[in-house]
């Protein structure tokens, strides 16, 4: 599991995930995701399209970051998911709650 | 032509033994002629099972033992997963209520969703050695 973080402007962060979101994949990107993240109360972006596989370990992580940044009033937005792991997002309806969008452009302006 | 070979995997409950585990069952499914859902499918029940068993199946720290066997058939895969861990049916588990919002959103119980939704069938039982035994099929050419 890979992670690049890229200055998107406008004060949002673009983090572009390649591998797989199992459990081995979590157990290397957890806690470098969060500490890029969470003490800054990013506005992130998160780039799934080099991702996978998803699930719900990567669910989980998903959800507990997007609360933490959201304490500090930051924001988690999803984008690029391919099917299968939109799949995946969609059988939990994590989707309602973490904003999933198409691309980096509607991530970057996701409200809710 | 459907390749027609069981591959069984005997290891320790560990995050370590689960990744090792993982890599020679994805090994075994490429040489599989999966659709990509169904390979998804299968990876998926593999995932959430095993997870479940490394984090919650050891009720006194011991090491669980594990052992998973993948069986091809014409029209189905099995997945079979047998562990000396604490008894645990996963059929019995509710599946958690869709969130309302972050902050109310638990973090748990999308492991059983996710197994139940990818499988076309559970069979579960509690052996007489003290073993849980889940069986998983997957049907080919899943929709």
New interface residues.
Partial sequence: MQLQVKDAGDGIVNVSLTGRLDTPGIDNIETLLTAHLVPRGARAILDLSQVAFLGSGGIRMFITIARALGRKGGKLVLYGAQPLVAQVLETTSSNDIVPVRSDAAAAAVARD | MVRSQRLEIRFPGT?DG??QA?LRLRGALDAERLD??LR?NA??VF??I??NI?NHGAADGREVDVRCTLEPRPDSIILTFEDDGVPFDPRRHPDPS??R???E?K??G??L??MR?AASSLDYVRTAAGRNQLSVKLQRNCP
């Fill in positions: 995050h689960f990744a993982f990509a859902a998804y990876e998926l995932e959430e095993v997870a490394v869709s969130p919002s972050l902050e959103a973090v748990g999308f492991d969703m996710l939704r």
